[in-house]
Each structure stands twice: as structure tokens, then as C-alpha cells.
């Protein structure tokens, strides 16, 4: 038998996640969606809930399928298809008081660009208790290096008091609008005390969260 000493912070222990935010997943029927699909698919949804873009909290989580699987791989143009299952949803990460305003998006039928969404039925799901948050775009500036990028985000992170012992710069990417390309960047947060994880999510940073930027998952997630 090996021997072990295993100390575990007893707040941690003690930790329940709240639902003063959390995620709404939304059914739907729709064969295939392009990369970038982030503009429409928000300005679809802003038509029916004109409050999205404004109210704190609430954010879009860009649909991605399967990043793998039997060999496929997802595409990485902007103007290519993602080919959805059925299980794939719609999440809406929202404030309670927002929940139930929200469900008025089913039964509704988004047309995303030339691409056909019917939004189905609905069910909340809490933020995750986890210490690794990744957010697989946050805009960025298009004059910044990975380093600036870091210094703006460890800034951000420590503005709001989170405590957190790693932050890694991912691959960048960039977000077609009719007001011009968004530069992103993807960011890991690593060694985050739960209560801190939670308030990540339920706050993220940088702008844009009506377009998927900013929000934070687990990392195996989404």
C-alpha cells in the first residue's frame, strides 16, 4: 500500500455552487452552421431578447460540435460548415432574474446567414466547481503580442481579486462583424479556489459577450 498525506482546504470542501448565474441550453434543429457564426447567431438572438447585449452577465457560448471524432477534425475557415448532431445545443449563460425572459427563444426559428436554426426545448445546468477555467476567445487588440495580451488579462483577473497561480496565452482568432475583424485570444486559468472559479464565470472578462467572447468553461468543456 502507498503511503499518502492529503490535506484539503476545508472551505473548498464546503463549497456549494449558487444559481445567481447559469447556463441555459436550448434544443436545436439545424443541419449545419458556418465557423463563424458568432455575429449572426447574436444578432438573431438580440431580435428576440433585446436586453442580451446590455445585462450583466449574460453571454453567448459559440457552438463548436465536436472538436473530434472517427477521424473528423473541426474545420478551421471562417466560411466552412460545422455539421451538427442532434445533441448539440444553445447556451446561454444568464443571470436568474433572466431565466425565465429567456425562454421565450423556444419555438423560435434563427436564421443564421442562409442557415436555418430552430431553437427547441430548454433546461438551466450551475456553473462548474473546477480550478482550470479556459475561455476560447477573448478579444484582444490587434496590436498585441502574446505578452501584452497576458499583462491585460492577469490585470483583469487581479481587478476582480480572483486568486490564481497560472495563466497561458492560447492560439488567436479572428471574428468577422460588419464593423470590422475582432482579434481573439484563448486563455487558460489555472489554481483557481472554487469560489473564485465560480465568480469568473459568472462575471468573465473583456468585452463582446453577446458573441461568445470573454466567457469562461471548464477546460473540457463546450
Known sequence: MTAMYWQEDSNEKQFVVQDDV????????CATLPVDHAWALSEQIIKILPWFAQEASTGLHIIHGADSGNGWERPQGADE?????RRTKLTLRLPRHRVSDAVALSGQVLQVGEHRLQVG????RLLSMTNILYSRYLASRPEWGEEEFIAWAVDELKGM??????????????????????PTRSL???DLPHADAVRLQERG??????MGLG?????KSF
Open 22 to 29: 447559469v447556463d441555459l441550453m436550448f434544443s436545436i434543429r
Open 161 to 182: 481579486n480572483l486568486r490564481f497561480k497560472k495563466v497561458l496565452c492560447g492560439r488567436g482568432y479572428e471574428f468577422a462583424t460588419p464593423q470590422g475583424p475582432i
Open 121 to 124: 426545448e430548454h433546461k438551466s
Open 215 to 219: 466567457l469562461f468553461v471548464p477546460q
Open 81 to 85: 460548415l460545422l455539421h451538427l448532431s
Open 205 to 210: 472578462i473583456g468585452p463582446h459577450r453577446s
Open 188 to 190: 487558460m486559468v489555472a
